[in-house]
Structures are given as C-alpha cells and as structure tokens.
C-alpha cells in the first residue's frame, strides 16, 4: 500500500512568489490534514479535509493560504503571495474513514519551503 | 500554556540503558494519546498508542495519568538505531503536537 506522498519535497521561492504544495493521501483514506512545522517549533496543524469538505481550518495562519481538496482525493496547499515567515516544513497525513479519534495519522515526508 | 510540553532532552545514553520521559498535556477532556517518532529530516512516524492502562511493545512502555495529564515513555535496552526525537501527540481529533524529546544512544 503506498503511503502519504507529497510533491515537491522541497521548494525554494522568492518572497512575493505563489507555490502550490501538493499531498496524496493513502488510498481510501477520507481524513486529510496538513501541518506546518516552522523552524525551532513544534508541529502545527493547520486544517482537516474530510473528503471534499473542509472540517476544521482554524489552524490556518491568513488569507494568504488556501487548501483545496477537489473530489475528496488528493489535495493542493496554495501559499499566495509568500512571505519570509512562511518557511517551514508542511506535512500532510491522512487517517481512515471513522467517527472515532483514535485512529492514527500517517504522515508523508513533508515538503520543506524555502522563501527568499 | 502550551498545549503539550515535553522536556526536550537531549538525553545521551549508553547502549541496553533505559532512558524515559514524560509529557504533559493541558486539555483534561482529551483521550487519546500517542509517541511519534521523528527522525532528522524525516515525517513523523507512529511509534505507539497511548492507553489508559498503560501498554507496551517490544522494548517501549507508553503509560498515561489522567488525573496529573502526563503521558510517559520507557525505552528498555537501548539501540543505537533508537536515536531520534519523540513527539509526545495529543489527538483532540486534531493532533497537537509537543517539541519533541531528544534521545541520543552512544555506543
């Protein structure tokens, strides 16, 4: 079974510029969330997808960033236009379809920006 | 308050030591619990759930005190392989995640 994939894995871009980050979660898996690890600090969440419809975006910094998850698969993270601050590593990890909270997130390898 | 804190270490240890940590969390209502393992560089990676009993897996014990809200790990016999940071997870449907606990296993 394949796991989380991400793509870019790593994106370097000017400030002012616009990246779209990409997350494929494992198959079959409704719940999709992003996180945001910025440097020297903990793992943050940013929003839950599940399928098509956004759960819970309250982790989602401004405006500048936007998240769509079209046909409830894979997902696009927009960061327009960037700012210095929005370096960081995004993860993106996907759980099973459940009512419950218990069930682990599995994670991808994360996509590390760079903005100049 | 943040809503998880873990001692960030490092812990440098000797291999087959036994090394723990704990976490503490902020939320009372929360349930479910769980150790991430985060190498350099690398995504989180679910090392163990946390049950209100307590449980083990292999060389690790993850217990939980609800009525203190801390969350501990054990690592028995250590590895060198056992070498990376641990994310003590709070899953409030979200996860929340503390800064991560630095073990180091020296030969």
């Known amino acids: 079974e394949a796991g989380v994939t991400q793509f870019p894995s790593h994106s370097v871009i000017e400030k002012g510029q616009t990246v779209t980050l990409r997350c494929d979660p494992i198959?079959?898996?409704?719940?999709l969330y992003w996180y945001r690890r910025v440097m020297g600090k903990e793992i943050k969440f940013l929003l839950h997808f599940v399928k098509e419809s956004k759960q819970d975006e309250s982790g989602m910094p401004n405006n500048r960033f936007l998240a769509e998850r079209t046909g409830g698969t894979y997902s696009t993270l927009k960061v327009q236009p960037a700012e210095l601050e929005d370096s960081g590593v995004y993860f993106c990890?996907?759980?099973?379809?459940?009512?419950?909270?218990?069930?682990?997130?599995?994670f991808g390898d994360g996509t590390r920006l760079s903005i100049l | 308050r943040k809503e998880v804190e873990q001692d960030p270490g490092p812990f440098n240890v000797p291999e087959g030591a036994t090394v723990a940590f704990n976490c503490t969390y902020s939320?009372?209502?929360?349930?479910?619990f769980f150790w991430y393992r985060q190498d350099c560089r690398k995504e989180p990676k679910l090392l163990m759930s946390v049950y209100s009993s307590g449980n083990e897996d292999g060389r690790f014990t993850a217990q939980l005190n609800r009525a203190s809200q801390y969350i501990s790990l054990l690592i028995r016999d250590s590895k060198l392989s056992d070498s990376a940071t641990y994310l003590c997870?709070?899953?409030?449907?979200?996860?929340?995640f503390g800064a991560g606990t630095t073990v180091t296993v020296r030969a």
């Open positions: 990890a996907s759980s099973s379809r459940s009512v419950f909270s218990n069930q682990p997130q599995h």
């Open positions: 939320n009372s209502a929360s349930q479910s």
């Open positions: 198959s079959g898996h409704d719940n």
């Open positions: 997870v709070v899953n409030d449907y979200k996860l929340s």
